[in-house]
């Protein structure tokens, strides 16, 4: 990638910075980062058109009140819809193979309703695919921010506490570590089934959003907990904090002055790469139909109601596949823009298992 | 060595404990609806509900239950469906357990071959139109769902172009064991295979052609370049060693991850009845105690996978050992 060719070769504009900073007054290390991200056109180009798609979806229900003139979470299955002034039924008869069952309408690529034709249900795939990427996009960013807020915490408290605490926690993490997660997220979504969890004041129920994304988040709670919780450990016997320690200033401003400032960013680099995995891992428990429930759609289970039609109409399982990888892939590029501009020497693995 | 072997088992122990914990805990302590009759299945009678209740004793205290649940996992391994009517679990993710396997060693035997090769490619021809393009393709491999991907396929190979020359030869989907005829297993196992691989390959190939690149830098390449060996030569002996700890690693984790239950979507999508198909269908016909048993093997597996890494680690990198 362009990207982190910037940072192994170290090419000219990345090294002028310094230079071009210490004639001015010295411009902070955020403003040098954001800089440096503004001037990567990979990075910039992935955000341009990940925001597009975030617009896009935003417009779901403006395209199925008054583009499309459909509604997207109830079955349509004796609609009729006028094709170049002829009518024709949204669930067909088939006319492939022995012509017996039915078979919905194909994409018609006009925008004035079944753009991308219909699921079996006789609604528009294309409708469902904006509502469904709202609620993709949307679990992805909140389970991003949970995972993180969670490992942020638990990282800094064992790295900063260290002995029971640490101990403790590592091995909790080790434990969340090994769960499978697809087999974790089958029994809590077996064991929740027709039934609700009450958490205090909170209350999940079986069809609620806040299932993957509390799974989501915490599954993945390790992967950053522990690179964090060395950070903070490797921090701790930095000579700036020993200096600190040594002056006598108090533990709590340390960690709030010293330690966190580093973490965080840390933690926002990690914010596109995790953002694209859950969306990935979201996809998926959507797929096995234990993430986002029926009406309600994501784009992982649009690709699994077409997974019947698959050799008919291939469309309604491919669509979403494309905007999920597209997706991704501007958040990995935009990622790896944004860890190249923050630290460049940091090596995260993206993608996931 | 000896000290961080035993060290690693009490640890490993330790973590599989915890694990049977909170399955434990879900399973049978989620508030809500009554254990028994979630073990007993849909329309359980009174009698078979009495029955289960009294067999994972849950008028006892929770360490008998505890204890219960562990004896009929790790020592009687009698776990039965209530499901289907006596079917007992363990025979089940025994016959299951090759066709996981077969998916994901032959799967991992492709991404390997693939990511050193994509991974040597891109840091030897660094900065260049291959290099670029191959990471970019690494990316787009990384960015699919498995699951979609594994659609594509089976709509290309199974449907659109089937009756070419290209995918005649693909079988039906579903399994054919290797011992029955090894040939028609290759075939029905090569399009899962790379379905699988195509996102390690992208993952290792980036991973190796950073470490790659990383090592190039370090003093001990310089040193055998100035002993003028071949570029071959340092790049395969030298740099490529160092940088295959790492990938090892990596290739512990993640082998161990989808041998438990991490392939579920590929076997899924093409047929395959491995464990996490098993899981699945358990879970469409609400069959808990296959979930339950596949569960508590599955993450004892991915432990003990992580624990051979480790010790690997220990033995490729001595200076992990006294940590």
Known sequence: MAASETSITGNTPGQAEPVGAKRRPAAGPWVTAFRKLVRDKAAMVALLVFILIVVGCCLAP??????????????????????????????????????????????????????????????????????????????ASASTVLCLVLSGALGVIAGFFGGLIDGILSRLMDVVWAFPIFLLAISLSIVLINTSITLGPIVIRSGSLWLPIFIIGIVYVPYIAR????????????????????????????????????????????????????????????????????PDASWGTIIQDGQNLLYSRPMVALAPGIAIAITVLTLNVFGDGVRDALDPRSKLRIGGD | MLNTLIRRLIQMIFVMFGISVIVFLIFFWTPGSDPAARIAGRNASPEVLAAVRHDFGFDRPLYVQYGLMMKKLLITFDLTSFQ???????????????????????????????????????????????????????????????????????????????????????????????LESPWEWFKTMLIPWISLAVLYIGLYGRVLRASLIEAGEEDYIRTARSKGL?????????????????????????????????????????????????????LKSLDLPVILASVIYASFFVVGANFVVDMAYAILDPRVRGR
């Open chain 1, 62 to 139: 403006y395209y199925a009140n008054s583009i499309a003139h459909t509604l997207p979470f109830s079955s349509n299955l004796d609609g009729k819809i006028v094709i170049d002034g002829e009518e024709r039924a949204v669930i067909e008869e088939s006319t492939e193979g022995l012509g017996l069952g039915t078979t919905p309408i194909g994409p018609t690529w006009k925008l004035g309703g079944y753009f991308l034709g219909a699921d079996d249900q006789g609604r528009d795939v294309f409708a469902r695919m904006l509502y469904g990427g709202l609620n993709s996009l949307w679990i």
């Open chain 2, 230 to 282: 071949t570029e071959t030569r340092v790049m395969l002996r030298h740099a490529l060693r160092t940088s295959l700890i790492t990938f090892v690693t990596l290739f512990g984790l993640d082998f161990g991850a989808l041998v438990g239950g991490g392939a579920l979507l590929t076997e899924v999508v093409f047929g395959l009845q491995g464990v996490g198909k098993l899981t699945y269908d358990s």
């Open chain 2, 84 to 178: 289907n009517r006596g079917q007992k679990v363990i025979p089940q993710l025994v016959d299951a357990t090759p066709v996981t396997l077969s998916l994901v060693i032959g799967g991992a035997i492709l991404w390997v071959i693939g990511g050193i090769v994509v991974g040597l490619a891109a840091a030897v021809t660094k900065g260049s139109v291959i290099d670029r393009g191959l990471m970019i393709l690494g990316l787009i491999g990384i960015s699919m769902p498995v699951f979609w991907l594994g659609s594509v396929l089976n709509l290309i190979t199974q449907s659109r172009f089937h009756d070419t020359w290209m995918f005649s030869w693909v079988p039906a989907l579903g399994y054919k064991p290797l």
């Open chain 1, 227 to 294: 690179p964090i919780r060395g950070q903070v450990l490797s921090l701790k016997n930095s000579e700036f904090v020993l200096a600190a320690i040594g002056l006598g200033v108090p533990s709590h401003r340390i960690l709030w002055k010293d330690i966190l400032p580093n973490v965080a960013t840390t933690l926002i680099v990690f914010v596109p790469l995790m953002m694209a995995l859950n969306m990935v891992t979201e996809s998926a428990l959507s797929f096995l139909s234990i993430g986002v429930q029926p």
